[in-house]
T-cell receptor, first 112, second 115 residues
């Protein structure tokens, strides 16, 4: 158990809908990262927050957004969902940016 | 730009034999290098990292990795494979330069250890 929790584990929704994925980092970790894992794209970095502030964006679509709250948990919002958004979404956390990242169990999103 | 190559989609090894999973990288300046393992329907688990110091890094579950600067490689090794080592292995790299540099992952290598 990495200490990173993600909810929900599974999510099935229809095209055009909006969903929110939630992540709680390990106790004491200030950095939160979001990744998307799909068969054709591999593991793609989406966005990073550090102590409530956005630090970097990767391959994140404009339909997606995220935030980190004062208690350090983070939410990833996916809107106007398309079939191609079906993937595993992972949250990871680290103490400092240079440290190793610890991954949550992921949320499997299926868009039908 | 940073990049990681894992040239083998799959590595097959018999239980008890040594295993090697290959990784080469490209980064500006000195690298931070990581290995992660992913079991089915699970998140990635951190195995080991190289920051600086000894080129041979020891990690979890008996794994080790050798950093070779001249060959820009960071191969994962284990002296004696277990069936339970069967999983998907990812190599990752980020640069040491100041400012944010994302962790770039390879495409993964599936390790299959046969009894």
């Amino acid at each position: 158990d990495s200490g990173v929790t993600q909810t929900p584990k599974h999510l099935i929704t229809a095209t055009g809908q909006r969903v929110t994925l939630r992540c709680s980092p390990r106790s004491g970790d200030l950095s939160v990262y979001w990744y998307q894992q799909s068969l054709d794209q591999g593991l793609q970095f989406l966005i990073q927050y550090y102590n409530g502030e956005e630090r970097a964006k990767g391959n994140i679509l404009e339909r997606f957004s995220a935030q980190q709250f004062p208690d350090l948990h983070s939410e990833l919002n996916l809107s106007s969902l398309e079939l191609g958004d079906s993937a595993l979404y992972f949250c990871a956390s680290s103490t400092e940016i240079v440290d190793e990242q610890y991954f949550g169990p992921g949320t499997r999103l299926t868009v039908t | 730009a940073q990049s990681v190559a894992q040239p083998e989609d799959q590595v097959n090894v018999a239980e008890g034999n040594p295993l090697t999973v290959k990784c080469t990288y490209s980064v500006s300046g000195n690298p931070y290098l990581f290995w992660y393992v992913q079991y089915p329907n699970r998140g990635l688990q951190f195995l080991l990292k190289y920051i600086t110091g000894d080129n041979l890094v020891k990690g979890s579950y008996g794994f080790e990795a050798e950093f070779n600067k001249s060959q820009t490689s960071f191969h994962l090794k284990k002296p004696s494979a277990l069936v339970s080592d069967s999983a998907l292995y990812f190599c990752a790299v980020r640069g040491m330069n100041t400012g944010f540099q994302k962790l770039v992952f390879g495409t993964g290598t599936r390790l299959l250890v046969s009894p």
